[in-house]
């Protein structure tokens, strides 16, 4: 069931936990670990599931993050149509979250970094999203397809605002991955 919430000022104390906990793990390898998607965006509206990238430099340790990860309770789902990217769901635990290993000249670090930073100083673009995003909850409940698909737009807009490449939006519309 897609559940969409209002903004809730413990999300980033969340992901510093997660952060945390993640760092035995990663800290050799991680570049850095960033809090993304909508929880990271102070009074933004979202599904209360905290969105971690875990940035690393190169292939080879991005291959490194998977054999780790995969033995820490979180799922390895593959990169989702997105190179330089693997995508990792966690079952269970107190803190629900989507985990990325993304390098970082990936086309998706530079997406969760640009919608991030742009909706984090342009409220009322946030505003609007939060309500789209509350509409689509309770129009599609159950079609995640559906939901995501509502968003894209809305999306791409907002990364022609923040002077995202054309070329790389482009790949990410063929993509039409969950995270958009």
């Given at each position: 069931?897609?559940?969409?919430v ?5 999300w980033?104390?969340?992901?510093e936990q997660?952060?945390?906990n ?7 390898i991680?570049v ?6 909508s ?12 969105d971690i ?13 998977v054999?780790?990860?995969?033995g820490?309770g ?7 149509g997105?190179?330089?990217r ?10 629900a ?5 993304c390098?970082?000249?990936?086309i998706?670090?530079?997406?969760h ?16 999203y ?7 909850a309770?129009?599609f ?23 995202f490449?054309?070329?790389?939006l ?10 958009l």
């Amino acid at each position: 069931m897609i559940t969409v919430v209002d903004y809730d000022p413990a999300w980033p104390q969340l992901f510093e936990q997660l952060r945390r906990n993640l760092l035995p793990l990663v800290g050799d390898i991680a570049v850095t670990v960033e809090h993304v998607g909508s929880t990271a965006v102070p009074g933004l509206a979202a599904k209360p599931v905290i969105d971690i990238d875990v940035v690393v430099a190169s292939a080879a340790e991005l291959a490194v993050l998977v054999d780790r990860l995969a033995g820490s309770g979180h799922v390895h789902q593959g990169d989702l149509g997105i190179e330089g990217r693997e995508a990792f769901e966690h079952r269970g635990g107190p803190i629900a979250h989507h985990l990325y290993g993304c390098l970082r000249d990936s086309i998706a670090l530079e997406n969760h970094l640009a919608v991030r930073e742009y909706l984090r100083t342009h409220v009322a673009a946030a505003l609007e999203y939060g309500a789209l995003k509350k509409r689509l909850a309770q129009e599609f409940p159950r079609d995640t397809v559906a939901y995501v698909g509502g968003k894209t737009s809305f999306i791409l807009e907002i990364l022609r605002g923040a002077n995202f490449p054309e070329s790389r939006l482009r790949t990410l519309a063929r993509a039409n991955r969950r995270t958009l």
